[in-house]
């Protein structure tokens, strides 16, 4: 297979390539969108980085920065890209604590794609001289992907990475 055919598997996509896409400032799951994984076949990671993940402090509303990693492997859908930025856009105005934006993060793309697994990883700035980097994970029950997942969660910080305050 050379690549995906012109209509292959995208019949449902609403906002690829619609130039008149309105920006939600309050969360929206309902704007994810998914694709058929034409390679099934194999195990494969999808990484997204997104350095300019915003949302807001549940107390004090006060905005929290932060680099939000996704990465997870595949079964039968993937996460179509522009729908991932809108719905990360839409916690801008969301308050929530860390941990609590990354959970449901990953909780809304399991709900979507039914992942073989996933994990999310939010780097936060500092605020008020601490920063907090919540980091979650799913493998499928009773499979391979699960035992991934517990491997990964006891092994997921045993270089820590040197912080410069980002």
Known sequence: MSGRHQKEGLEDLTLLGNQNV?????????????VDNLH???DYFVKFN????????????????ATM???????????????????????????????????IIMNDLIKLLDPR???????????GGISIDPWCNYGRPGTKYEEIA?????????????????
């Open 40 to 42: 099934v076949d194999r």
């Open 117 to 127: 697994y996933i994990e999310v990883w939010g780097k936060f700035t500092p605020r």
């Open 69 to 103: 990693y996704i990465s997870y492997i595949p079964d039968k859908k993937i996460v179509e890209s522009k729908s991932l930025k809108l719905y990360l856009f839409s916690f801008r105005n969301h308050g929530d604590f860390h941990e609590d934006c990354v959970n």
């Open 150 to 166: 517990n491997y990964r969660l006891m092994n997921h910080d045993l270089y820590p990475e040197k912080i410069d305050n980002r």
């Open 50 to 65: 997104c350095p300019e993940f915003t949302s807001l402090c549940p107390i004090t509303q006060q905005p929290d920065f």
């Open 22 to 34: 309105k920006y939600t400032f309050e969360y929206a799951p309902e704007v994810l969108e998914s």
